[in-house]
C-alpha cells in the first residue's frame, strides 16, 4: 500500500522559512516524479515543485522560483521542499503527490499523479 506522509508544516511570519518533508513508502518510486502541490481556501490546487527521483531533474511554479528547493534522500525515500522568504500567498495546504513515467508537459498537472498524500497546512502571517 503506498502512502506519502506529509510534515513540517505550520505557522509562521512573512520572511521565515519552512521545510516541508515527504516520506514515501509502499513502492519503489526509481521511475516517479515526486511533486508538490498546494491549495488554499476557494482557490484551484496548484503546482509548486517537482523533482524526478531517478534523475534529481527539478521543476518549479514560477511563483516559487528563486525562493523555494525541492530535493530528496533516496535512502530516506523523504522529498523535502525547503521554502524560504514566504509570503502571505503562500499560505495554502501543501500536498505531496507521486506520478509514474511522467513526461514534462505533465508534471505540473496534479491530474496526471497517481497518489497523494493527506496534506499540510503552511500558514504566513503579515
Known amino acids: 500500500q503506498v502512502q506519502l506522509v506529509e510534515s513540517g508544516g505550520g505557522l509562521v511570519q512573512a520572511g521565515d522559512s519552512l521545510r516541508l518533508s515527504c516520506a514515501a513508502s509502499?513502492?519503489?518510486?526509481?521511475?516517479?516524479?515526486m511533486g508538490w502541490f498546494r491549495q488554499a481556501p476557494g482557490k484551484e490546487r496548484e503546482f509548486v515543485a517537482a523533482?524526478?527521483?531517478?534523475?534529481?531533474?527539478?521543476y518549479y511554479a514560477d511563483s516559487v522560483k528563486g525562493r523555494f528547493t525541492i530535493s530528496r534522500d533516496n535512502a530516506k525515500n523523504t522529498v523535502f521542499l525547503q521554502m524560504n522568504s514566504l509570503k502571505p500567498e503562500d499560505t495554502a495546504v501543501y500536498y505531496c503527490a507521486a506520478g509514474a513515467n511522467l513526461p514534462i508537459a505533465r508534471v505540473t498537472t496534479h491530474f496526471y499523479y497517481d497518489y497523494w498524500g493527506q496534506g499540510t497546512q503552511v500558514t504566513v502571517s503579515s
Open positions: 509502499g513502492r519503489t518510486f526509481s521511475s516517479y516524479a
Open positions: 523533482i524526478r527521483w531517478n534523475s534529481g531533474t527539478s
